[in-house]
């Protein structure tokens, strides 16, 4: 108890960005309503039904009756989703690998439309197989940085909380983390989130 050996991720924004705007500057020429169409349509709010669980069939058409005039545009999001994760963060890749050939047991924990997630995770298997277990919120219906998330995911893992390093990007979600005992680190870097692992004895 009290030293990790084992390391669970985020997924986006720590292993790989994430952004719409990739998608949706292909799709809109203009910058003022490329900023609006973001700001105000495809908000994060709307997307973070996916995350905890609602069908993208269901979350289009409710936001298409209130914006009809971007019907179409909100329809490409769901098929077209992969395009706003446009590559990994760099160095995290190499993380991953590193610690996978060091026999480090790899999990990640995930706020990811469980849809969305079987439609992308598949061109990135050699990645993903590293993985042991990977919680994805949508399928769950739990969201960080709910604990019960944490606290499902660990049960999952078959680790108690001193047992493993968490690394994520937003502050609530590592702040819930914690509480659940976990060894919890905010990303920033790869080159910091390296050097914590070195710290930690997991990486040499």
Excluded: C
């Amino acid at each position: 108890m009290g030293t990790p050996s084992a390391v669970i991720f985020d997924v986006g924004k720590v292993l790989f960005e994430w952004d719409p705007r990739y998608l949706y500057e292909r799709l809109i020429d203009d910058d003022q309503a490329l900023e609006a169409f973001l700001a105000n349509v495809v908000t994060r709010e709307w997307h973070f039904q996916h995350d905890a669980g609602r069908p993208f069939a269901e979350t289009s058409a409710e936001l298409s009756a209130q914006y009809p005039e971007h019907a179409g545009l909100i329809a490409a999001w769901g098929p077209r989703f992969n395009e706003t994760i446009p590559h990994a963060v760099p160095g995290m890749v190499e993380i991953v690998r590193e610690l996978d050939a060091a026999g480090v047991p790899l999990f990640a924990i995930t706020n990811f439309s469980g849809e969305f997630w079987r439609a992308w995770v598949p061109q990135y298997a050699e990645l993903f197989d590293r993985f042991r277990d990977v919680v994805v919120s949508g399928d769950e219906k739990l969201v960080k940085p709910d604990p019960a998330i944490y606290a499902l995911a660990l049960k999952r893992f078959g680790l108690d909380g001193p047992d493993a390093v968490f690394v994520d990007d937003s502050p609530a979600n590592v702040a819930s983390a914690r509480d659940a005992g976990i060894h919890a680190v905010l990303f920033t870097t790869a080159a910091d989130f390296r050097a914590e692992l070195v710290r930690l004895g997991l990486l040499s």
